[in-house]
């Protein structure tokens, strides 16, 4: 049991998750600190609110698509709670004590945004983790700290670098664990081999992109 009592809400971005959104939200209703779950259909074209609803999460829609980062951004600002834990939509092996972990460090006060990162089998990954930029889109923080990421940098997939920049420079502790077995469904298996591909390697532009704009910006 968790030693402090605060509540979270849960907001998961979503686009095209129908085969996995009920088992991320089913898992997220088991945690005593969670009494609220956001999905944000984020443009979808399958069943993917319709199945949210169904399994007990606030739909809230967007469309047409906006991308990862404003998908984020209607939850903060729907979400009733003063703290928030982001979660992928279509999370493998995904279990109540995962949604403990990530939630407990900044129930506790230890970190102010603390992340779960998915497990790697290649040996040596997870022994770097704690030393790599943390990419995760499964993390518990404030409000307060959701807003420090300046609107400019609200975008896409830049939006995880741009949490933890913005975090950092404000002084905030942030943290990461990685969890062996914890996954997700990888692009190509999700939209077909060359779509997949598509969209992993614009999601790494972005990520690259955004380590260059801190930079400058700053």
């Known amino acids: ?7 979270f809400s849960v907001i998961i971005p979503a ?10 939200i089913e898992v997220a209703k088991k945690c005593d600190y969670v009494d609220e ?14 199945i949210a609803t ?12 906006r991308g990862k980062a404003q998908a984020m951004d ?5 979400a009733k709670n003063d703290y928030i834990c982001f979660l992928d939509a279509d999370l493998k092996n995904f279990s ?13 006060g230890r970190y102010d945004m603390f992340a779960v990162i998915f497990g790697r089998s290649i040996w040596g990954i997870n022994w770097l ?11 518990a923080l ?7 990421v300046p609107e400019k940098f609200k975008v896409k997939f830049q939006i995880e670098i741009a949490l933890n920049y913005s975090a950092k420079r404000a002084g905030k502790k942030i943290g990461a664990i990685s969890w062996p077995g914890f996954s997700h469904a990888i692009k190509e298996k999700k939209y077909g081999l060359w779509r997949g591909l598509y969209r992993r390697v614009k999601m790494i532009w972005d990520i690259i992109w955004i380590f260059a704009r801190v930079r400058i910006e700053k």
């Open 1 to 7: 049991m968790l030693s402090n009592m605060r509540n």
């Open 74 to 78: 209607a939850g903060v600002k729907a």
């Open 142 to 148: 404030s409000k307060e700290t959701w807003n420090l």
């Open 15 to 24: 686009f095209n998750e129908a085969r996995t959104i009920k088992g991320v």
């Open 54 to 65: 169904g399994a007990g999460a606030r739909v809230i829609t967007l469309s047409p698509n």
């Open 96 to 108: 109540i004590e995962i949604l403990n972990n990530i939630i407990a460090p900044v129930v506790d």
């Open 129 to 139: 983790t704690p030393h790599l930029p943390i990419i995760s889109g499964n993390r």
């Open 37 to 50: 779950i956001i999905v944000v259909d984020d443009g979808s074209s399958d069943e993917t609110g319709t």
